[in-house]
């Protein structure tokens, strides 16, 4: 019966660490979107001869930027001699 009355008295106790605000909880009134950091494209467009572009990704990927994977295959812009393959990541803008 001692710990039936503990049990009866100890339960009021969480309610003062419940209170209406909560620092961590967001208020009701701001969509859930606005907590979230807002991600913005950016394009990286390389021109030039083959053999320039296709060293260009290498040496970006060598220095961790990009995987050769993540660019566009190389496609002639209609010059002579020159292609361009376009990069597009993703940024977190403040």
Known sequence: MAQEEDF?????????YLGSENINTPASNQPFVNLLPKREPIKHLLIGSSKAV?????????????STGDWSPLVPTGNADEVMSIL?????MQ
């Not at 060293?55 to 220095?63: E, F, G, P």
């Not at 597009?88 to 977190?92: F, P």
């Open 54 to 66: 296709t060293s260009t990704i290498h040496y970006l990927q060598v220095i961790g930027y990009a």
């Open 8 to 16: 009866v008295e100890n339960q009021s106790e969480p309610q003062q």
């Open 88 to 92: 597009i990541r993703q940024i977190l």
